[in-house]
């Protein structure tokens, strides 16, 4: 069959998906020509860098897995994974419900593939459910009649912002949108962060790099320097080592190192609002975007 063939209605496989490629360098089959393309341009930039966009997105998924045993382990059950993307192994609900099982997972994403192959995976889980949502409009998400309806908001639960938030080209408005889910988050709430780290990238391959992702959906590429990327934790308490290559997070590390900055390609951490400590007051809704 061919790729246009088994693409959903409404979907250009001509248009790479950040998520497809994402799929790709994780050796997932989810992905069409026009994504492989894509990803094997970045891997291209990547090894001249001396690094691996395979493995980095591997350490990536690593990560992901780690920070929600930790989560789920403190006595926090609900889970908003933001920027989802396709479902592949060690998914949020499948490590969450590994450590408690019950917890509940709510999956956002606004591309149309991946809520199809997500509603299609967890349409027998009533512990999951799969939302179209914008990260540009982290309120509306919260507010989503699907995710109240699934999640009680009222008590502690994790927001994830895995290795999305670089997709966002705008520094102000990335900021603005950590602080607006930072704002949601109540006592014993965390977030769960990784981003694309600037490191000793070379001028042309940041170029490059965008000019890749300027021809996907996502429309853009953003790569970010360490202290950008900490303060998306302001007011939260941080937890193990701090923000640090997404490889050597691990939450029994110290933030002491060695860690080598200068070589990641993906910077994370995790950050969390004590029980005991006053929930932040709510932001206001901003209009959503494109």
């Given amino acids: 069959m061919a790729e246009a063939d088994r693409a959903p209605a409404g979907i250009n496989p001509n248009v790479p998906s950040v998520a497809r490629m994402y799929d790709y360098y994780l050796g997932g089959r989810d992905n069409f020509a026009a994504d492989r393309e894509a990803a094997e341009k970045m891997i291209q930039i990547g090894r001249r860098l001396g690094n691996d966009a395979r493995e980095i997105a591997r350490a990536n998924r690593a990560f992901l897995g780690r920070a929600v045993r930790v989560i789920a382990e403190a006595g926090v059950h609900q889970f908003i994974d933001i920027g989802a993307g396709l ?8 490590v969450a419900q590994r450590h408690v099982p019950g917890s509940r ?3 956002v994403d606004n591309d149309p593939v991946v809520l199809t192959h997500a509603r299609a995976l967890l349409a027998r889980d009533p512990s999951v459910v799969a939302v179209a949502g914008d990260l540009r409009d982290p309120d509306a998400i919260l507010d989503h009649p699907q995710v109240t309806g699934h999640l009680d908001l009222t008590r502690p639960f994790a927001i994830l912002l895995v290795a999305v938030l670089h997709f966002v080209p705008d520094d102000a408005e990335a900021a603005l949108i950590a602080a607006r889910v930072r704002k949601r988050l109540g006592p014993g709430g965390y977030l769960v962060l990784s981003h694309l780290y600037a490191g000793d990238v070379t001028d042309e391959a940041a170029r490059e790099g965008r000019q890749v992702y300027s021809s996907t ?4 590429l953003a790569r970010r320097g360490r202290d950008q990327i900490a303060a998306y934790f302001d007011g ?4 193990g080592p701090g923000v640090v290559p997404v490889a050597d997070w691990a939450p029994g ?3 002491d190192g060695p860690y080598d900055f200068v070589r990641s390609g993906i910077l994370a951490g995790v950050g969390a609002i004590r029980k005991d400590q006053a929930a932040p007051a709510r932001s206001g809704r901003a209009a959503a975007g494109s």
């Fill in 87 to 94: 479902p592949t192994q060690e998914n949020v609900h499948q």
């Fill in 105 to 107: 997972v709510v999956y």
């Fill in 217 to 220: 959906a996502a429309g853009g």
């Fill in 236 to 239: 939260l308490n941080l937890l």
């Fill in 253 to 255: 590390a110290s933030p």
